[in-house]
Structure formats: C-alpha cells, structure tokens
C-alpha cells in the first residue's frame, strides 16, 4: 500500500513539474525562456507523463472490469461453489460419509476357543461391550476413522451381542473380528499395549488379541441414516 501511494505522489509530482517547465514558470515565480533543447526536453516529458496516464486509465478499467464480472459474473458463482463444495467435503468427512485412507492400526479379536465343545467361558467369548470398549480406547488415542469388519463407526452407531455373533446397525458380524483405525500408528499401537487399556485386560480373559502396524489402511464411508430423536435447531 505504500509503495502505491509513493508512485501516486511521484507521478502527481512529476506532472506539476511538467506544467511549470511548458509554462515557463520557474519556481521562484520568475518568467524563463526555454531554448530549442529546453522545450524538447520539456515536450517529451510531458508527451511522456500523458502516456503513463493513459497506461494507468487503461489499467484501471482493465481492473474494474475483472472486479465487476468477480462480483456478478461467473468467476464469483464458480467461486461460492467451490467453497461450499470445500464445506460439504469437511462435513462427510467429519460425518464419516466419506471413503478415507491412511497410516494405522488392525487389530483382531477372536473368542478364546474356536470349538464350542470345549465349553469356553463367558469372559473367553467376544461381546459388543468388549468393541465399545477397543473403539473408546482407539478414540482416546486419536483415531480419527474406525471400522469393524468393513462397518464405518460414527458417533450413533449401535451394536447387539447375539450369542456368536455381533449385530452392528443390522449387520450380523461373526468373530474373528477385525477393528481398523486410522490415525498417528504410533501413537495407537503405544496406546493400546499400555496394561490399563481394555485390549491388555482382553489378553487376560485368554482372548486372542492381535495388533500391528500399517501403512495404509482405507475405510468405506458410512452408509446408514442418522436418526436424531430430540435435537433441532434452535431459531436464531
């Protein structure tokens, strides 16, 4: 802004200039006469200020014209498009409605025994309280995307014990099951293997637990409906 203002200043200036030297007007107030070389001096100055007024005249209205079709032509409309395109991203993304890769962790689970004749025990057999409990320990740590066996968890999924099986928004799931989750693989994995998270506790109950690493792991975008019983907006 104040190198505009310089140019402003210098221009106006050299324009006064100009005129004082065509008009033989010294700065004194003394009458001068210009000889042959003053005068052509003094003509092509001010042939060539005329020329940088008209060079900015014409930006100008080069200018003025882009800034008008910005505010009510295409170039505005493409524009708000694009941000609320931009918006809708985010949203889906934060919603879970959207197909998201990245580095993280898999973890698998599976009941203590896979013959039930050998008459396994409540605490060897995986329930949905046992995946609520892994899933609040992923979000602890960070992750920023969860699934069970290719089911996107978001914040109103339900989930159903049903004897070998779990009911996850409608979809029976059979062990083993398969949790992945996006987010910083180091800073999951280290979470998980502390002794007080819930995956430490399953080892305890002979569940076979395992967790690694990955580089990249995708997960599909949530299907479902979101239901909301008792929100609404309230009137601004």
């Avoid at 100008?60 to 079709?69: E, F, I, R």
């Avoid at 998980?192 to 995956?199: P, R, S």
């Amino acid at each position: 802004m104040k190198n505009n203002e310089s140019t402003i200043f210098v221009f106006i200036a050299s324009i006064i200039i100009g005129l004082l030297i065509a008009m033989n007007i010294g700065f004194k107030g003394k009458n001068n006469f210009l000889d042959i070389k003053q005068y052509s001096e003094a003509y092509n100055e001010r042939t060539k200020l005329y020329s940088d007024l008209n060079n900015l005249k014409q930006q100008y209205y080069v200018s003025k014209a882009k800034l008008d079709k910005y505010n009510s032509g295409d170039e505005k409309n493409v524009l708000v498009t694009k941000e609320i395109e931009q918006e809708i991203n985010e949203n889906n993304l934060l919603l879970g409605k959207s197909d998201v890769a990245g580095p993280g962790v898999k973890i698998t689970l599976q009941d203590g025994t896979n013959n039930f004749d050998d008459y396994p025990t409540m605490d060897q057999l995986i329930h949905d309280s046992d995946i609520v409990q892994v899933i609040n320990d992923l979000r602890n740590a960070g992750a920023e995307a969860i699934s069970v066996n290719g089911q996107r968890v978001v914040y109103n999924n339900y989930g159903l014990c049903a004897g070998s099986n779990i009911d996850l928004n409608g979809i029976k799931i059979v062990t083993p099951f398969y949790i992945t989750a996006i987010g910083n693989e180091d800073v999951l994995y280290n979470y998980l293997t502390l002794e007080q998270t819930y995956i430490t506790q399953l080892k305890t109950r002979d569940v076979h637990v395992n967790v690694v690493k990955q580089n990249k792991i995708q997960i599909l975008a949530y299907n479902g409906k979101y239901i909301y019983k008792y929100i609404k907006l309230t009137e601004k």
